[in-house]
């Protein structure tokens, strides 16, 4: 593993690692992955996950666990993964270019589930922290992509991650949840992925919160006009992490189970194999984990287990006016303040 070094010609941040960070934040992802994994077997009640291991020749591995063909899951995904070596690949530089010529840590854990029930939406989540010379960071989030989608669900669900954002600090929600409208955005469609969540990059305690390209819109605006945010230490960029982590199963599982029985026919499956090939073309495009397992040399399989087991592409598809598809494009698919939403 690569320990963190610093010069003096680099800025230092306000709080450095404890000596056992990468231990303890290895631990803490291996913890989240075994207890989604066991929340989800649960609310399955019939699929269970296989489990891979593998390692990665320049330094580290992971654990890669699918559940296919379950009574709730057609297909999901729970993977923790550990990887070090000597050069960060040009995303991250792209980004920090401090980090440039220090070997690299990065842990994580990261999740898709593909239900398969319409009416049950697709969820993402993914939490990360890196290591890099004299830098430090964490990163991740959580975003829901329904194909029918409800507004209190949607409410529901921001409002359990905006409680979690807000016992660690008033301005993560606002933040965030607009960071994540921004990051979750397939430009060449002019479409959000779904109806949101949260998502955040590079934090290390330092001022301002938001670390992304989009200095012209909501997440940079707000973020902007904040107070210096700079007393935030390791210790409580950790806490928050954990408490993120572990909102998943009490945001989401309330969603399916007022779902998941609900009455579907050939319409209905047909949409939602259309809009998982939004999934697909974000996650191939945009998405962040992938391009950094790919330029890292990762394991192929366990990057691209986020894809759909089904999928098909439609040339040109609009939704009927005035129906249940019309109204995901014209409302959901649309930045809203859902934690604030009253029926």
């Known amino acids: 593993m690569t320990p963190i070094t610093t010069d003096a010609t680099t800025p230092q941040q306000t709080s450095l690692p404890p000596e056992d960070a990468q231990k303890r934040v290895s631990q803490f992802m291996k913890t989240l992955q075994d207890e989604i994994c066991q929340g989800l077997e649960k609310a399955d009640g019939e699929g269970k ?94 975003d829901l992509t329904p194909y029918y ?55 290390d305690g330092t001022d301002p919160l938001y670390r992304g390209p989009h ?49 579907y026919g050939d319409r209905e499956r047909q949409f939602q194999l259309y809009r998982r090939g939004r999934y697909v073309e974000f996650n191939l495009v945009y998405d962040r984990g992938t391009i950094f397992g790919l330029q890292t040399n990762g394991r192929t399989e366990s990057i691209l287990m986020s894809l759909p087991p089904l999928v098909r592409w439609e040339y040109c598809y609009e939704p009927e006016p005035n129906t249940p598809e019309a109204e995901l494009y014209n409302t959901f698919l649309k930045p809203q303040d859902w934690a604030n939403w009253n029926p």
């Open 149 to 203: 989608p409800f507004a209190e669900d949607a409410a529901q669900f921001h409002r359990t991650l905006k409680e979690t954002c807000d016992k660690h600090h008033r301005e993560y929600y606002p933040v965030f949840k607009h960071w994540c409208d921004e990051y979750f955005y397939l430009k060449h469609r002019q479409e959000t992925r779904g109806v949101g969540g949260i998502f955040f990059d590079y934090q």
């Open 215 to 263: 200095a012209d819109k909501a997440a940079a605006k707000y973020s902007n006009q904040l107070p210096p945010q700079d007393n935030r230490s390791w210790e409580d960029l950790f806490a928050f992490v954990n408490d993120c982590g572990r909102t998943f199963l009490p945001a989401y599982l309330p969603i399916v189970e007022k779902r998941r029985n609900t009455e």
């Open 49 to 142: 996950f296989h489990e891979d291991s593998w390692q990665r020749e320049e330094g580290g591995g992971g654990r890669s666990r699918v559940l296919r063909d379950g009574n709730l899951l057609e297909q999901g995904g729970v993977n923790f993964s550990e990887v070090w070596g000597k050069q960060l690949p040009p995303s991250i530089l792209k980004q920090r270019p401090e980090a440039e010529g220090h070997g690299f840590y990065a842990t994580g854990t990261s999740m898709v589930l593909h239900p398969r029930n319409p009416y049950v939406p697709t969820v993402h989540l993914n939490y990360r922290y890196f290591e890099a010379g004299p830098v430090w960071w964490f990163g991740g989030g959580i």
